[in-house]
C-alpha cells in the first residue's frame, strides 16, 4: 500500500481522514494563500489545494512511492472570499454579513503521486439564521472562531447558526470525505483501510 500524507495542520480534516480508515501521515505544507486578481474563488481553492500537494511533495525525503493529500476550503458570500478573521472587529463583522442569508462553502481537494495531480472542488450552500451582535460577541470569546475560514465552524458551536444545508457537511468541516474517498481510490489508495488490519 503507498503511504499517504496529508499536507494540512487542520485537526478537523486529520479527524475526517481517519473517520474513513485511512492511515497517513500529517505534514505541513506552507504557501502563500494571497488570492490573484480576479481569480473566482473556484479556482482559487483548487490552486491552493494543489500547492499544498505539491509543497507537501517537496518535504518528503523518500524513494519509494507515495501519495499527498492538500485541500483548501473558502467560504464565498457574493462572489467574496471570506478568509480567517485577523480580529474581533472582523469576525464579528463577517457574522453579521452571513446572517439570515445563504452563503457558499467550496472545498478543494487534490491528490498528488509522482508527477500526476488530481483534484476537485465540492460546493456546497449553508444558510444562516438571523444572528444578533451579542451573540457574534459571544461566539468570539468562546475562541472557536479565529483559525476559521469565514470565522465560523460548523462542527462546533457555530452549528447553532446554521438553518440548512445544501450539499456536504463533511466538505464544509474541511474534507468532503466521499470526494476524497473516491480520488484516492484513483491513486490506489483505499477507505476502510483500518477494518482490514484489525
Known sequence: MKPLYLASGSPRRRELLTQIGVPFTAISA?????????????????????????????????????????AD?????????????????????????????????????????????????????????????????????????RDKAGGYGIQGLGAVFVAGLNGSYSAVVGLPVCETAELLGHFGIPCWQTLNAQ
Open 30 to 70: 506552507d504557501i502563500d494563500e494571497t488570492p490573484f486578481p480576479a481569480e473566482s474563488p473556484s479556482a482559487y481553492v483548487e490552486r491552493l489545494a494543489r500547492g499544498k500537494a505539491e509543497a507537501g511533495r517537496r518535504t518528503v525525503v523518500s524513494d519509494a512511492a507515495f501519495c499527498v493529500l492538500g
Open 73 to 145: 476550503t473558502a467560504v464565498v458570500l457574493d462572489g467574496k472570499i471570506l478568509g480567517k478573521p485577523v480580529d474581533e472587529a472582523d469576525a464579528c463583522a463577517m457574522l453579521m454579513m452571513l446572517s439570515g442569508k445563504e452563503h457558499e462553502v467550496l472545498t478543494a481537494i487534490a491528490v498528488m503521486g509522482g508527477d500526476r495531480c488530481e483534484s476537485k472542488v465540492v460546493r456546497s450552500l449553508v444558510r444562516f439564521r438571523p444572528i444578533s451582535h451579542e451573540e457574534a460577541a459571544a461566539y468570539w470569546a468562546s475562541g472557536e472562531p
